[in-house]
């Protein structure tokens, strides 16, 4: 009986696994194929954002979220990179989602206030993977954040605001995606409109200090984090400030 019960659950690990949330995939890594194509369409090099573009090809956005929506990733079939690649584009595809959707607002933080009892856009649960409801809450902060120990997401990561990082003009996939989390991060610093950083003092985006706990988990201290990535070094006693956030639509 004792084998029987090992053989059985041998086979139910084999074609499925249960991730925090409490789902089970047995889902294969999937293309993100569409989604480049879209990103590249509508997106400029500022990733800055034709929202209006995104509307006019919202049949091919709906086929890449059908795609994310019927394949939630997880441990038996899918590698580390490739979950967190999933993730990162399925947060980014589903704001611009929630931005059409409400189009036209002025900035994101606009969207809740008319959908009872939501406090933030990010707390509306539009999303559903495998018959599971998330919001951009659960997928940054419970999923990404939480089983991932990579602080460059938060450079990948864009919640549609002229203060948040680019928004990428490609997808991000497995087997590029330590580069291109290092393009983000090189960027994001050396970017006057998100960082000024000099020898003696840095005014940071507002993302150094809302989630410093993650970047000193990555280095002894905010001034080696901002180090890795910028051109301009900040000496260790340098003063830092943090920049004004603005959550005006990220729109071309």
Not at 17 to 33: K, L, M, N, Q
Not at 238 to 247: E, F, H, K
Request: contains cysteine; glycine residues 4%; hydrophobic residues 40%.
């Amino acid at each position: 009986m004792n084998r029987l019960l090992i053989l059985f659950f041998i086979s139910f690990c084999s074609v499925g696994c249960t991730d925090a949330s409490g789902v089970i995939s047995t889902s294969e890594p999937v293309s993100h194929a569409i989604w480049d194509g879209l990103l590249k369409k509508h997106v400029n090099e500022k990733g800055m954002v034709n929202y209006k573009g995104f509307i006019s090809d919202s049949l091919e956005l709906n086929k890449y979220l059908a795609i994310l929506e019927s394949n939630h990733p997880n441990k038996a079939n899918w590698g580390k990179d490739q979950q967190l690649a999933y993730w990162i584009n399925a947060y980014n595809a589903f704001t611009i989602r929630l931005i059409i959707r409400n189009y036209p607002v002025e900035s994101i933080k606009d969207i809740a206030g008319g959908i009872p009892f939501i406090n933030t856009p990010w707390d509306v649960k539009f999303i559903n993977i495998e018959n599971e409801n998330y919001d951009l809450n659960n997928i940054e902060h419970g999923i990404i954040r939480k089983d991932f120990n990579e602080p460059r997401i938060h450079f990948a990561l864009v919640c549609a605001a002229v203060s948040c990082p680019r928004l990428r003009r490609e997808a991000y996939t497995a087997a590029q995606l330590d580069s291109q989390l290092n393009e983000e991060a090189v960027y994001f610093f050396n970017n006057p409109e998100k960082n000024k950083v000099s020898a003696k003092s840095a005014d940071l985006s507002k993302l150094m200090k809302w989630y410093r706990g993650d970047f000193k988990d990555a280095a002894p201290d905010i001034v080696t984090y901002v180090n890795r990535y910028s051109k301009t070094k900040m000496d260790s006693d340098a003063d830092i400030n943090y920049l004004d956030y603005s959550w005006e639509l990220n729109e071309q």
